[in-house]
């Protein structure tokens, strides 16, 4: 479960806080082509404000006009959009879609609070709903489980927030930055130059002047964790290196060519690394997309690390490239360019 969902909890929480009625609408079951996969959410409040969704858009509408007319739920129900081809049509569904829904009063925000509190320690959750006896339970998950609806009970997995650590503050960095934000990424760069630090100025970031590897430990880099090297700097890129690539994070990557990326690995290798561990490094970093600009080259980034998170082959690598392997059925195929 992405943040998005979290997000749409806490500000679930935040209006039933405030003394408004409160509603959870969330996606259990879909046929052909959805926008929204089995548990994302929605919530609904009393006056007909929305945060989050569960479809396109027509359906969100559909469920706001129920409410504003007086259609209020005050317990657990199905509900079933797109079963003709015309309703599909009219909500915004693919031609024969359907989309199911459990539409949900908020009567306790206990639960909630637990969720955000337990993913913010970056621990998986899950919420577990009885859709006949109407109660909640919050209970430890663990990676790799999904959403899961039997009829009568719902269980929704939350997980904690994805991380993006940058070290380096140059262009690059800023571009890369400004781009991971609306990507869901929490992001902090970190550079102890005082010369870069000092012009720092990307708004919903962390910034660190502390040593990279200092700051890669004191993250606890977790599965939902992503570390970006650029400064070309071995002395600050290595240093990083050496602590992320023998840590859970799902992603490790370095700016460099092809060159200097066979060089770095000789440099890791005199080190308490495995060979294992040093083939985790991503390098040259990026997707070959004929990236020379940064924003060029910070989109190519990201969209490894994207590819890498969803484990899907990544096709756009350049020939002689690293090449960890992300999943099974990938084949290696090359980097991006870099100098």
């Known amino acids: 479960m992405d943040s998005l969902d979290l997000q749409v909890l806490s500000q679930a929480r935040d209006w039933f806080a405030a003394g408004h009625k409160v509603w959870l609408v969330t996606v259990i079951e879909t046929w052909g082509s959805a926008p929204r996969p089995p548990g994302a959410l929605l919530c609904l409040r009393g006056d007909g404000l929305v945060v989050g969704s569960v479809s396109g858009g027509c359906v969100e509408d559909d469920l706001i006009d129920r409410v504003r007319h007086g259609e209020r739920v005050d317990a657990p129900s199905l509900i079933t959009y797109g079963v003709t081809k015309e309703e599909a049509a009219r909500f915004g569904l693919p031609c ?24 913010e320690r970056h621990e998986m959750v899950a919420r577990r709903l009885d859709l006949q006896t109407h109660t ?4 430890a998950a663990r990676r790799g ?4 609806f039997d009829g009568r009970t719902l269980r929704a997995v939350f997980g904690p927030r994805w991380r993006l650590l940058i070290i380096g503050a140059g262009q ?11 990507l869901d990424f929490e992001v902090t760069c970190c550079d102890p130059r005082e010369e870069y630090h000092l012009t720092w100025d990307v708004p919903g970031t962390h910034f660190s002047k ?5 700051v ?3 993250m606890q880099l977790d599965p939902h964790s992503a570390v970006v090297a650029v400064t070309h700097d071995p002395k600050l890129d290595d240093m990083v290196l050496l602590e992320a690539l023998k840590s859970p994070a799902f992603y490790v990557g370095a700016l460099g060519s092809r060159v200097n990326t066979a060089k770095r690995k000789e440099r890791l290798a005199m080190f308490d690394l495995t060979p294992g561990e040093i083939g985790r490094l991503h390098g040259p ?5 004929g990236a020379k600009t940064p924003a ?3 989109v190519s980034i990201l969209a490894e690390i994207i590819a890498v998170r969803s484990g899907v082959a990544l096709l756009q690598k350049k020939e002689g490239s690293s090449m960890p392997v992300v999943a099974d059925s990938l084949s290696p195929l090359g980097g991006s360019r870099q100098a």
């Open 96 to 119: 024969g879609g359907n989309l199911r829904l459990v539409q949900e009063p908020l009567h306790d925000i206990d639960w909630i609070s637990q969720v955000l509190q337990r993913t």
């Open 136 to 139: 909640v339970t919050v209970e």
């Open 145 to 148: 489980e999904g959403f899961e």
């Open 172 to 182: 690059l960095s800023r571009v890369l930055a400004q781009m991971a934000l609306p």
């Open 210 to 214: 502390g040593m990279p590897d200092d």
């Open 216 to 218: 890669a430990v004191a």
């Open 285 to 289: 970093v990026g997707l070959d997309l």
């Open 296 to 298: 060029e080259i910070a």
